[in-house]
Nanobody
Framework: QVQLVESGGGSVQAGGSLGLSCAAS????????MGWFRQAPGKEREGVAV???????SYAEFVKGRFFISKDNAKNTLSLQMNSLKPEDAAMYYC????????????????????????WGKGTLVTISS
């Protein structure tokens, strides 16, 4: 089992930046692919960014160049730096993990589907004011 706890959400103006963190505990060695997902009211949960155990990253098109995912293995912490925030970025952001590698699953977009991940945090809310 892997436990995930997000932090860092809050309110920010459009164009601003915000950093999210996720503390992982439990059997973290099995969490090969970790990522950030988000869900806005009335919308499906969607993948934002993922990072594999080798440090390779993949991003959803709508955040490329603005969001950056990183992982500190020593601290078992996953981070998401969000820059140039837009009103449409407002959502509940979730940290997630899978016992599978992101790898080739990302080429077909599967790693960005909510059902690719097996472990989830409870989420942290990001609101954007225009």
């Amino acid at each position: 089992q892997v436990q995930l706890v997000e932090s860092g959400g809050g309110s920010v103006q459009a164009g601003g930046s915000l950093g999210l963190s996720c503390a992982a505990s439990g059997y973290t060695d099995s969490a090969y692919c970790m990522g950030w997902f988000r869900q806005a009211p009335g919308k499906e949960r969607e993948g934002v960014a993922v990072i594999d155990s080798d440090g390779s990253t993949s991003y959803a098109e709508f955040v490329k160049g603005r969001f950056f995912i990183s992982k500190d293995n020593a601290k078992n912490t996953l981070s998401l730096q969000m820059n140039s925030l837009k009103p449409e970025d407002a959502a509940m952001y979730y940290c997630a993990a899978s016992t599978r590698h992101c790898g080739t699953y990302c080429s077909g977009g599967y790693c960005f589907r909510w059902d690719f991940m097996e472990y989830w945090g409870k989420g942290t809310l990001v609101t954007i004011s225009s």
